[in-house]
């Protein structure tokens, strides 16, 4: 008397939960099917920005591999893989963010060394003045 209800029951919640599985591979296969236009946006303005600040000068080479992740990204992307794609489209960010850096280091170090001489030239200056009175 029991069994054709538990028997329904059971075969409700089968179907139910094959659904919810059906439901959660569709997500996750247009998830990963969708282009990665934001990591690509992003690797782009970094490289840009970089280039801007004068990377070229600073930090060629991790410029230089920034670009070529981009290409492997868009290459990735061409070929349908876009997981692959996001990956190198952040390595790409990464690597150009680092390419700002260096450039921003290497352009502070010459501030720097700048104001050093600027300060050396001053107690010189400062010598003589003291030494002619």
Sequence with gaps: MYQPIYKE???????????????????????ASQAPTGALTEAREAIASAEQDGARQHAGAELDEARQKLEQAEQSLRKERMGEAERYAREAAIVAKLAAARTASAKAVAINREMGRGADALTEEMQRTGDQQ
Excluded: E
């Design 9 to 31: 029951r059971l075969s409700h919640l089968r179907g139910a939960l094959c659904m919810a599985l059906a439901a959660l591979l569709l997500t996750a296969c247009a998830a």
